[in-house]
């Protein structure tokens, strides 16, 4: 009998079928576009996605028909919800954590609360990105549709509802409401009073792992699904993905390789958030009991895809003519050696400590000698110094990292994976599923089912690890005096970049 993990992306979704010993049996992937009606808004057809959603769905139960799907799970991006009735029909779009719309509402908001006054119960420091603004933007702008709404449910909870539960959300992902008390873990009176929302328009917040219905007997005719497949809690993306990949408790980290790359250690113990904040550091529940993490993190994926289709978007055309991986053969470009190109990632805003979302990117350092590849490692490079410098500062917070777990797309580049651990100067191991995501959600939902007693023994039947990195002696020492540089140059060009960001 196996088990179906949903991933649920920005731009695409995806569902997989796993075995309860970590095989995976099937997969399918869909793609949708971000929607932007008017400038600075960014939000997601609903409607469309749902279908997508299905699509998946459909398309993995056909291929399980011999080994058929008894529980499933979602993971999905934070922070986005969806307007829904009483009987389960979908009322408008998502808006996404990027859509410029709440921003107004910030300062009303600043005044109400410190930063430290709501960290203290949220763990996060104000920003337009948490859905708190979002609603407060709808109910001022979009009555009608506010008051339509029964639930206002994020997409891990959107999907099960909509499958047949009741609605309920994971601790992780109700955290990226802003309106979720980590201590009590339960929506805030002091939170839901600032928006002068009723929390009863939100799912009911539940550990990650719990069963919370059934697959409704119309749906799971529609998708093919066995009658009765349970409806498990999955996590924020992130949370899931650090399930996937193993890592649950304190020394080891996630380090996602997509979009953005994003490291995500695990701690234990709430910190103080005079030492969280200066540092950017969120706190947030983990999938896993009893256990918190934060997330480190820059456009380092977007980065490649912008080299790639900036510098070779030939080849990118003609590899995938041809089914073969473009990033494989550009990586394959790179000198063994750390590059003589100094790349700056501030060509979207960053993650900790500074968010920095008002500067530009840099490449400096080009010669008429300069190769390709040369520019290639230089933004890898880049990206990797940023964590590296946000790295360093965990410690001091309370956080210490041994090593390194890879997935996503970009884990699947040895030489990749090896630039990190060489610059990070730690241990990287790699799993042998890096759709760490979708398997998360599967692990999460065989705890809810019962095929396994806790999220560890999941991970043990489901996680392996298939290669270890060891970083280099000489080349972490030849990256440590790039790294150095990579400091200066922004001390440098900060100020610069900033005013040509405002041209």
Not at 63 to 72: C, E, H, M, S, V
Not at 198 to 209: E, H, I, N, S, T
């Amino acid at each position: 009998m196996s088990l179906l993990g949903i991933d649920i992306g920005t731009t695409g979704c995806k569902a997989v079928a796993f075995g309860q010993q970590g095989s995976l049996l099937a997969e399918a992937y869909r793609e949708y576009d971000v929607q932007r009606p008017e400038p600075g808004w960014a939000e997601l057809d609903t409607q469309e996605v749902w279908a997508k959603v299905r699509a998946c769905i459909r398309a993995v139960a056909d291929q399980t028909a011999d080994d058929p799907i008894t529980a499933l799970a979602a993971s999905s991006l934070g922070e986005a919800l969806a307007p829904v009735d009483a009987d389960r029909r979908i009322l408008g779009p998502s808006l996404l954590n990027f859509d410029i719309r709440g921003q107004d509402y910030l300062p009303e908001l600043a005044a109400a609360i410190s930063d430290q006054a709501l960290y203290r119960i949220n763990g996060n420091a104000l920003g337009n990105h948490f859905s708190l603004p979002k609603l407060l933007w709808i109910q001022h702008n979009q009555p009608d549709l506010w008051s339509q709404a029964r639930y206002w449910l994020p997409w891990g909870s959107l999907v099960g509802y909509l499958l047949g539960a009741e609605p309920a959300v994971d601790y992780s992902l109700a955290n990226r409401t802003l309106l979720f008390d980590l201590a009590s873990r339960d929506w805030s009176p002091e939170l839901l009073a600032l928006g002068g929302i009723d929390g009863a328009v939100l799912p009911r917040p539940v550990p990650a792992g719990t069963r919370v219905g059934r697959v409704s007997p119309r749906r799971a005719a529609e998708l093919g699904l066995q009658p009765g497949v349970a409806i498990v809690t999955g996590a924020h993306d992130q949370c899931a993905n650090a399930v996937g990949s193993g890592v649950l408790d304190e020394g080891s980290a996630m380090y996602g390789m997509g979009t953005y790359i994003c490291i995500v250690p695990v701690f234990r113990q709430p910190q103080d958030p005079a030492v969280m904040l200066p540092r950017g550091l969120n706190t947030e529940h983990h999938a896993a009991p009893d256990r918190l993490v934060s997330f480190l993190y820059n456009h380092g994926g977007s980065l490649f895809k912008w080299y790639r289709d900036t510098f070779a978007p030939i080849e990118r055309d003609r590899a995938k003519a041809a089914g073969r991986d473009i990033y494989t053969e550009l990586i394959a470009e790179m000198p063994v050696e750390p590059s003589s190109v100094m790349s700056l990632p501030y060509f979207a805003p960053t993650g900790p400590p500074e968010f920095i979302a008002d500067a530009s990117g840099a490449i400096a350092g080009l010669r008429l000698e300069t190769t390709r590849g040369d520019i290639l490692k230089g933004i890898l490079e880049g990206a990797t110094y940023y964590l590296r410098e946000c790295v360093e500062g965990l410690p001091a917070a309370g956080m210490q990292i041994d090593r390194f777990r890879a997935v996503g797309g970009g884990s699947k580049s040895d030489a990749w994976v090896q630039l990190s651990a060489d610059i990070l100067g730690l241990p990287f191991e790699k799993p042998r599923i890096t759709e760490a995501g979708a398997l998360g959600a599967a692990i999460l939902a065989g705890v809810g089912s019962g095929a396994f007693a806790s999220i560890q023994e999941g991970v043990d039947a489901m996680v392996a690890v298939e290669r270890s990195y060891e970083p280099s002696r000489s080349a972490h020492a030849a990256y440590t005096e790039r790294y150095h540089r990579y400091t200066e140059l922004w001390s440098l060009l900060g100020g610069y970049l900033r005013r040509l960001h405002q041209a």
